[in-house]
């Protein structure tokens, strides 16, 4: 009876979009939360016991159908109809509607406390209406003392907000939910509490410079304009807290601001998560770049430029809360990122892969590294700065060793530097044939460990068919290879000291003896199953994969289609060229023809004089000259013509 009796009070909870952020964290704490009183009868108070005694079930629409990241809520519903809504509501005894997110929420919500309102004499117990809301609605307030920045607004100045011009209707909204409730306070309770920017648990609004930081491609965090905003903020966790005691405690303000006890600008809240998670500098950008940044719409910039200080003066007197991160968070910032890395799956990957010369583990690496995104490294990748000529004047074996040592320290101390990175700390990396020692493997330490193996004669074999390219690349000669294969098998003839520091930590090794080519494609099986799915922002789930594979195979098809297009412009600007220069060349006949015409029109009149006036003269001075047969035949015709020019003839007339 008791049991039906505690089952009887639950509250029955209603949160729009319950698998957006701030409602799904919300719906997660009254899950989760149970009644103070039962943990005050209950001393050795269990998560099972929280189970069993939760004071709240939820239930609420979701914005995707294929959400399934909301096991703790009763029943979702996409997208209802009004009266399906409408009935929804009525059976629970308490509805929220965050609207700090999602603007489309906004006329929702605002018909949703309309319609409940119009039903209170429907209602078979009383119900609270809870909407969050954002400190957009007061992003345009004037300052309460112009000669004092840093005088806070607190929640009795509510009155005096101004809204930016984007979320006017938030304000219209706030103002319709604290009016309904004023109507019949005992049925129908209204509260709007205005959160700043929520942060933690994955990230929300803050996640571009969080997931930038991480992925440590830029060498500053940017900081758009000149980043000395104050941001009103609270992390979604003590949000969530804000809520259950309002519900709980049914307060006699119905406004409430909520927001921590920060008051960081914006520089200062990125520059902490440079130091935490980047690159540990910032840069400033231009406010225009914010609006063009894919990653944050522009509601987001909006909110990142607000600058606002403010004082939550009523959850602080009226409510005793356990806060999260009551300090902020620049304060808080290690657990924030710690929370980041949790709720998105991107802790790094240490990885070190091990075994004898030529068995394989630089290809091993590179797979894995591919695979999981993770940084390569190789002690030969770091050059020292001892010369070479250093390392031939080591006549004597101790001179040898000494370079020998010498050369490991400093490469030791870049391999350090390199582990230190962004990327490195933040992805993880594959260690190449490294740690050697037991002292390396304690000081270099890594979760996840392959050791690769395999007889001489394979190893052998393997180098003898390797292109003589890469067995100068790898050092395989054979006097080399074999020094190098004799030595490692001395120092592992026992047991190989690295395995066992991996395994007095319970971390298991694991061992792959490799005896054919084809292992290959099993030995990465085993070790993708033993390390799991990769923990970055590539590709981790087959559905991306897919996306990512249709993607590429559009991408293909696009530039085989551009291609195609400049094949077949090429060959259409031949056929061009072809029929432009055989219409050259019918105009050049055309023209040769036309000149050869006029250059016949223009001989004619000379044919004539020559027809009638020369060609008589000459031809009578050719028989003369064959009937005298003088001495000089050119001089006698030229007399000839001469005296018998009838040109001159006709002028003697």
């Known amino acids: 009876m008791e049991e039906l009796s505690k089952q009887a009070t639950k509250k029955r909870v209603f949160i729009n979009n319950v698998d957006s952020y701030t409602s799904k964290h919300i719906a997660k704490h009254l899950c989760g939360h149970a009644p103070a009183a039962d943990k005050e009868e209950n001393d050795n108070f269990d998560g099972e016991t929280m189970s069993q005694s939760k004071a709240f079930t939820v239930i609420g629409t979701i914005s995707d159908q294929a959400a399934n990241d909301t096991p703790f809520v009763l029943e979702r519903y996409f997208r209802p109809d009004k009266g399906d809504l409408l009935s929804k509501l009525m059976e629970c005894d308490v509805i929220i509607y965050d609207v700090s997110q999602h603007v489309c929420q906004v006329e929702e919500a605002l018909w949703a406390v309309s319609a409940l309102h119009s039903e209170i004499g429907q209602f078979s117990s009383p119900k609270t209406f809870v909407l969050v809301s954002t400190v957009m609605t007061w992003a345009c307030s004037k300052p309460l003392d112009p000669d004092d920045d840093e005088l806070p607004f607190t929640d009795e100045h509510y009155w005096m907000r101004r809204a930016h011009p984007n979320f006017k209707r938030h304000t219209e909204l706030e103002k319709r939910v604290v009016k309904l409730g004023q109507s019949n306070t005992t049925m129908f309770s209204t509260y709007v509490v205005t959160s700043g920017l929520q942060y933690?648990?994955?990230?929300?609004?803050?996640?571009?410079?969080?997931?930038?930081?991480?992925m440590g491609k830029e060498e500053e965090l940017p900081v758009f304009g000149d980043g000395r905003n104050v941001v009103p903020m609270i992390h979604v966790c003590d949000l969530s807290r804000v809520i259950q005691n309002v519900v709980e405690h049914q307060p006699g303000p119905r406004y409430l601001l909520a927001v921590d006890s920060s008051n960081n600008t914006m520089e200062d809240v990125l520059k902490a998560v440079a130091s935490e998670?980047?690159?540990?500098?910032?840069?400033?950008?231009?406010?225009?770049?914010?609006?063009?940044?894919?990653?944050?719409?522009?509601?987001?910039?909006?909110?990142?430029?607000?600058?606002?200080?403010?004082?939550?003066?009523h959850i602080n007197t009226l409510f005793s809360m356990d806060w999260e991160c009551g300090s902020g968070l620049v304060q808080n910032m290690e657990l924030v990122v710690e929370q980041y890395r949790q709720v998105r799956a991107l802790q790094p990957i240490r990885l070190c892969v091990l075994g004898p010369p030529a068995v394989g583990k630089s290809c091993v690496c590179k797979r894995l590294c591919d695979h999981y995104k993770l940084q390569y490294i190789s002690l030969s990748d770091f050059k020292v700065s001892c010369s070479s000529e250093e390392e031939m004047e080591a006549d004597s074996d101790a001179e040898e060793e000494n370079t020998e040592e010498g050369t490991m320290t400093e490469q030791l101390r870049a391999l350090k530097d390199k582990l230190m990175s962004t990327q490195c700390r933040n992805q993880g990396f594959v260690l190449d044939d490294f740690p050697l020692t037991y002292e390396q493997a304690k000081e270099f330490f890594c979760e996840f460990v392959v050791c690769l193996d395999a007889s001489d004669t394979f190893l052998t074999d393997?180098?003898?068919?390797?292109?003589?390219?890469?067995?100068?690349?790898?050092?395989?000669?054979?006097?080399?290879?074999?020094?190098?294969?004799s030595t490692y098998r001395a120092s592992n003839m026992a047991d190989n000291p690295v395995v066992d520091f991996f395994t007095e930590l319970d971390i298991k090794p694991l061992i792959h003896e490799m005896s054919s080519i084809s292992d290959d494609q099993s030995l990465m099986q085993k070790i993708f199953e033993t390390i799991g799915p990769p923990r970055n922002y590539g590709p981790a789930t087959p559905e991306l994969e897919e996306e990512e594979r249709r993607k590429t195979e559009e991408k293909m098809r696009r530039e085989a289609a551009l291609r195609a297009e400049e094949e077949q412009w090429e060959a259409e600007e031949a056929k061009a060229r072809a029929a432009r220069w055989e219409e050259w060349s019918q105009g050049l006949a055309e023209l040769k023809q036309q000149e050869e015409q006029l250059l016949e029109a223009q001989s004619l009149p000379m044919r004539k004089y020559l027809m009638e006036h020369v060609m008589p003269t000459l031809t009578s001075g050719l028989v003369e000259c064959c009937r005298v047969n003088p001495q000089d035949t050119v001089d006698y015709l030229a007399q000839y013509l001469l005296q018998n020019n009838p040109t001159s003839s006709m002028h003697d007339v």
């Open 277 to 313: 998670l980047g690159p540990g500098k910032v840069g400033h950008r231009p406010m225009e770049e914010a609006f063009l940044t894919r990653d944050l719409s522009v509601m987001d910039v909006d909110s990142l430029m607000v600058n606002l200080v403010m004082d939550a003066v």
């Open 462 to 485: 393997r180098v003898i068919n390797l292109p003589e390219e890469k067995v100068l690349i790898h050092n395989y000669e054979p006097k080399h290879f074999l020094k190098r294969l």
């Open 200 to 214: 933690g648990m994955g990230e929300h609004i803050f996640h571009y410079f969080f997931k930038t930081a991480w």
